[in-house]
């Protein structure tokens, strides 16, 4: 029997099946941890044949507590479970740990975090743009949430969506967040001088300056619109004090995380200074609108720029 002409041998190969390993650290949150490992154990079990899934958990805390709810997941992963401590209180060390243990169990890892939830088709569909981009990392969105009978400000104010950078599906991006990535293990291991600051593992934006350094060293990131993970707030951080204190941490992690990738100090100065006007200026803009205030986030949007300008201080805040 003749072949068909519109085949080839190659064309009736199977696709050579992805590896992932998931690299999670963690510091003292149990029930969030487990809730992330089940997601991931769904995410893998979605993706069947089409790729192997392993989980990598750096642990922070001091005296390992982590590993009971670690373990409990023995045996749900394809590339099984790693667990490690780190301990040292430094979410920079916890990453390169993470990293360092990642890196001979797949070709990619997927980074959230212990109070991240990831969509059941997380992993596919960044598997999905890399496959159709060719691209060395993979982002996506990470849309926070706050638990029921949380201040309604919380939700008629865009304090939620604060942090959000999104892009189009698909889109060239420079940077991506460790809530939410992929990365390429081979590119990793080619370029071992890209990991996460030390210097920055108390203070954060650690993984800022990771993504931005590693873009600069070639790394093509793309953005995955529906690989999407949700970060449930807890209840401490749905009131008025954390959320002001936040935005001010924003503000100095963007003028450090900003200097540390090459932005002129005075230019973020004058970024800061504009953006303290238009706080201060948006309250009257949306009342002449007719929409309301929004006092609270006005105030928030003046310490973040205050945050910015008091930058060449050297005043750090621990991360919030």
């Known amino acids: 029997m003749q072949d068909d002409p519109g085949t080839s041998p190659r064309d009736s190969e199977p696709e050579a099946r992805d590896s992932v390993a998931v690299a999670v650290c963690t510091y003292n949150r ?12 769904v995410n893998a079990d979605r ?8 989980v990598v958990v750096v642990d922070d805390s001091q005296d390992a507590n ?9 045996g749900r992963f394809e590339l099984g479970l790693e667990y490690r401590h780190s301990g040292r209180h430094n979410i920079s060390l916890a990453r390169n740990l993470a990293l360092e243990t990642a ?13 991240c939830l990831p969509v059941p088709g997380w992993l596919e569909r960044l598997l999905a743009m890399q ?3 060719g691209a060395d990392a993979v982002t996506g969105p990470m849309l926070r949430r706050v638990p029921p009978g949380s201040p309604a400000w919380l939700r008629d ?19 991506a967040a460790t809530h939410n990535s992929m990365i390429s293990n081979r590119w990793l291991r080619e370029h071992p001088e890209v990991r996460f600051d030390p210097a920055l593992g108390v203070t954060g934006g650690e993984d800022v300056v990771f993504y931005r350094l590693a873009h600069s060293r070639g790394l093509r990131i793309r953005y995955a619109a529906q690989a999407v993970v949700h970060e449930d707030e807890p209840p401490a951080r749905a009131t008025l004090g954390y959320q002001l204190r936040s935005f001010f941490w924003l503000g100095e992690r963007s003028y450090e995380t900003s200097v540390r990738s090459g932005v002129r100090p005075y230019r973020m100065l004058w970024h800061g200074l504009g953006s303290l006007l238009r706080a201060l200026a948006r309250p ?4 002449a609108r007719g929409q309301a205030p929004q006092l609270r986030y006005s105030l928030a949007l003046a ?17 919030v």
């Open 103 to 115: 890196l001979p169990l797949a070709q990619w890892t997927a980074m959230t975090d212990d109070d």
């Open 66 to 74: 982590a590993r009971p709810v670690a373990e409990a997941f023995q």
């Open 47 to 54: 993706l069947g044949a089409r790729a192997a899934v392993g």
């Open 131 to 133: 496959r159709a981009t």
């Open 157 to 175: 104010e865009p304090f939620l969506g604060a942090a959000q950078d999104p892009s189009e599906d698909g889109a060239e991006r420079g940077s």
């Open 303 to 319: 310490l973040r720029a205050c945050g910015i300008l008091i930058g060449p201080l050297g005043l750090r805040l621990r991360h």
């Open 284 to 287: 009257l803009g949306r009342l």
């Open 30 to 41: 149990h029930e969030p941890l487990r809730a992330l490992l089940e997601a991931v154990a």
